[in-house]
């Protein structure tokens, strides 16, 4: 498809683009690899603010952070657009529904969890979430792996997790210097996904921050700017910390559950698929704030609201508050929501401060291969890192008691329909989890 949009469209107005970033938070649904294509549909071939390759710049940048890559994606558009407050708005926005959507769906959960009727529900939606999954790691690799070099990549990465459970920074830094070397020894393979996405991408006409547009004068780097961020973030991060520490004590569920979560959203790379592992370790096998079951249960509602995949955190934090309420027991759904809050804080706020410091430098780098190539790397290892997580949920949906239990065959049944419909209809993932929640409850 092409079109005959020579002249860029006019810049959007700051309500304007307000409009938009909270319209998307309300209808990004598909997990990580379903909101970026939204944003690409919308932003890239509809309404033409961004080209698709500085789109693809700020992407890979988002990738190689730790953190969920879509919202932060949304926040440095925005903030591309639009400033710090343009930024601000897109990735708070981006999550705003999700989390009060998300409270609202864990208090009937932990209220009503036990009725049969939800527990059918829930039945469905797993292996359908399983699938979802299984799908990102196919669409983003078919997107991504163009050579055997990142394939490669991919493939030691999805081993490296799945049979060694090595850490995760030590995956995403392994594979940033896989491409860099790939530049020196093989440039044709680690150019691979910028050649692929140039050569192929459609004519969406002109685009208002096109591939030669310069950097917006508020998009230029400045050291002042880049102190003043860094020093407002940890202000902020440090003084949160310490209310909670000071009102509850260090040992207190909220206090914990905020120094856990910093560390989540600091060491954990590769988006919200990548995260979650980490996340399971400490929330259910470390501090025991809930199971494995209801971190199961979590993560198919977080997948059946909008707003990014990492939100089910705020799941987390609500029913480990709720089951440890630091407020005593006749206040859980203030704890409940109180948990859901302080997690949501630390989960969030070192994305924004990643990318108020980073884009500015990354704004430098759009069509410079040796530094672009890492970000290839990266994004072809978050293809394995994504596989790997799709076996570790079908192990727990298909054998909720481990490998001596019985295998659950309806769900399998359910999970393979999921599947066959996210290929014939890839955009429509709420109707498949809602047709798979109604299987579930007729199971």
Known sequence: MSTNNATPPAAPSFAQALAYWLWLGCISFGGPAGQISIMHQDLVERKRWISERRFLHALNYCMLLPGPEAQQLATYLGWLLHGKWGGLAAGSLFVLPSLLLLIALSWLYMAFGNTPAIAGLLYGIKPAVTAIVAFAAWRIGRRTLHSPGLAAIAAAAFCALFFFALPFPAIILAAAACGWLGTRLAPQHFAAISAHAATTRLSYGAALIDDGTPTPPHARYSSGSFLRTLIIGLVLWGAALAALSLVFGWDGVLTRMGWFFTKAALLTFGGAYAVLPYVFQGAVEQFAWLDARQMIDGLALGESTPGPLIMVTAFVGFVGAWQHP????????????????????????????????????????????HLAAPLNGITAAVVGVIASLALFFAWHVYWPQGWHGSFEWPALLIGVGALFALFRWPTRVILIIAGSALAGLAV
């Not at 206040?331 to 500015?360: C, D, E, K, Y």
């Not at 704004?363 to 410079?368: K, L, S």
Request: aromatic letters at 16%; a negative charge; glycine letters at 14%.
């Open 326 to 369: 630091p407020f005593g027991g006749e206040h859980l759904l203030a704890a409940g929501v109180a948990g859901a809050l302080v997690v949501t804080f630390f989960t969030f706020l070192p994305s924004f401060v990643f990318i108020f410091l980073g884009a500015p430098l990354i704004e430098r780098t759009h069509g410079n291969l």
